[in-house]
């Protein structure tokens, strides 16, 4: 007789600075797992075991062997690596079953198109996983052009806690602090690095101005082009419409989408690699902050990039990728419809709330790894 046990050992093999990595294994530390993370990030999750791998002091060779010898020790129900390069490496080295592997967009799409190795170890990663967990159409197409087997992959989106981020998290002081009360609002969340184009939506800024002059731009996220950014809001005239922010804390995100008006996402198919610039296969994936500002019933500009126009789902507007003067149409068209953004913004709660549930999601997540442990203790 087979016995089914009610918490499970679980390895995560992540970036223990993702934001999914936290929400995940927070939520299974949370409901008695016993949760272990490999990661080459220095990080603390509540009571999730992390074992931390120096990757400035060990080789290539001996990085990918310290997590073996790790989970070998630990002995897990289920191994879950989070990226299909070099998570997805350990995942494969380890031999450990039951596999499972998360891919995240990048690692499918730029990875597998600027390095060979790479290439070469997302496809043997995906052969060797018992299972395949991909976000989107795109990405599941993408993975099985890579050579996965359509049987062993899950389409299943990101979750988001849909209490956490709602209409209810606006926060009237945030809004005066940012001095945006008798201003219309745009929040972009992305880091300040060349592949996520945020200078695109600086550039569009002028042009918006024109239209309605009383616009503010909030950047957060941060990054190493914070120097380069700010002298191209000043060398446009638009520095004093330009809140750059920075990175916030994650218990804050919320109140910052819910008190805006407009979020606007910057990524394309393009990416930037060693001074050039190439066309992503199969998009770029939505990222998380889109999901959570859909959540907080905040109507959402994205580019029309290939992974973007395959979401029927999608309620907001879409500008030509890189245009910068097309965003500018669709910011100032959007600021001046209220009816328009409260018909997004309701459409895209209710979505969320049908279909991005966190406590759905996951609880159907505690199934999957239930019935690979007990398939694999069979």
């Known amino acids: 007789m087979m016995v089914v046990r009610i918490s499970l050992t679980i390895a995560f093999v992540a970036n223990g600075a993702s934001v999914h990595t936290v929400r995940w294994l927070g939520y299974f530390a949370d409901r008695g797992f016993d949760v272990h993370l490999l990661t080459f990030t220095e990080s603390a999750i509540k009571n999730v075991t992390v074992h931390y791998i120096s990757p400035s002091k060990i080789k290539i060779p ?21 990226y299909a390069t070099h998570h997805g490496a350990i995942g494969l080295l380890s031999g450990f079953h039951p596999f499972v592997l998360t891919v995240m967009g990048g690692d499918v799409t730029t990875a597998t198109e600027t390095s060979r190795i790479k290439n070469l170890m997302v496809r043997a990663s995906l052969r060797k996983a018992d299972l395949v967990h991909v976000s989107d159409v795109m990405l599941k197409e993408r993975v099985e052009e890579l050579g996965c087997n359509s049987s062993k992959i899950l389409l299943q989106e990101w979750a988001v806690n849909t209490n956490e981020f709602s209409p209810q998290a606006k926060d009237e002081r945030l809004r005066a602090q940012l001095g945006i009360t008798d201003f219309y609002s745009v929040i972009n969340a992305y880091p300040w690095e060349p592949r996520y184009g945020v200078d695109i939506l600086i550039k569009a800024l002028p042009y918006v101005l024109k239209e309605i002059p009383n616009v503010k731009l909030i950047l957060l996220g941060g990054g190493t082009m914070e120097k380069e950014l700010m002298e191209l809001a000043r060398k446009l005239g638009v520095v004093e419409n330009v809140l750059f922010i920075g990175r916030v804390p994650r218990e804050a995100m919320p109140k910052y989408l819910a008190s805006v008006d407009v979020i606007v996402d910057t990524l394309s198919d393009y990416a ?100 690979l442990s007990n398939a694999s203790a069979a």
């Open 62 to 82: 001996l990085r990918l062997l310290k997590p073996r010898m790790l989970i070998t020790k630990i002995k897990p129900d289920v191994l879950h690596s989070f």
């Open 272 to 371: 930037y690699d060693r001074g050039g610039i190439f066309k992503r296969p199969k998009g770029t994936g939505i990222g998380q902050t889109n999901r959570e500002a859909m959540s907080c019933g905040i109507p959402q500009i994205l580019s029309d990039s290939a992974s973007f126009k395959s979401y029927k789902w999608f309620k907001g507007l879409m500008y030509k990728q890189l245009d910068y003067r097309d965003l500018a149409d669709k910011v100032a068209s959007l600021l001046n419809d209220e009816v328009l953004r409260k018909k997004i913004g309701r459409e895209s709660r209710q979505y969320a709330l049908d279909y991005l549930n966190e406590d759905t999601i996951m609880k159907n997540w505690e199934k999957i790894y239930h019935r």
